[in-house]
């Protein structure tokens, strides 16, 4: 039986604000050969990439993918691609990851990032 895809819901307070980082749903199940998808809603960051990470527990995570509305298709990390990973954008600040035909060896955390100007750092979690 095929494990479960999770999205983290993050939250985060900074100094000069609160940017607040949402993704939804937070728990993705999902059969070997189906597809699944997590939205991120980037909260008050407007003009910055979605950027993608898998972890499996225990381990380092592993970058996925970066994408931005501007781009024509997102770039990737080492080992991942198209068409089993994809991103698209809803709006300026909603972002989605698919992965598509999963298999067991997707099975992990997934949780997204960007860059937040106002604080000159990466927010997540």
């Not at 380092?60 to 781009?71: D, G, K, T």
């Not at 954008?89 to 972002?95: A, D, F, R």
Request: glycine residues 6%; contains cysteine.
């Amino acid at each position: 039986m095929l494990g479960t895809l999770c999205a983290l819901i993050t939250a985060l307070t900074c100094v000069s604000g609160v940017t607040v980082l949402t993704q939804t749903p937070p728990v993705v199940t999902v059969r070997k050969g189906e597809t699944a998808t997590m939205d991120c809603n980037l909260g008050t960051v407007t003009n910055s990439a979605a950027r993608w990470y898998k972890q499996i527990p225990g381990e380092i995570p592993q970058f996925v993918l970066n994408f931005h509305r501007s781009y024509s298709s997102p770039s990737y990390g080492s080992g991942f691609s198209s068409p089993k990973f994809t991103s698209t954008h809803q709006s300026t600040t909603n972002y989605c990851l698919t992965i598509n035909n999963v298999e067991e060896r997707d099975s992990a955390v997934y949780y997204c990032k960007t860059w937040d100007g106002s604080v000159n750092n990466f927010v997540s979690q």
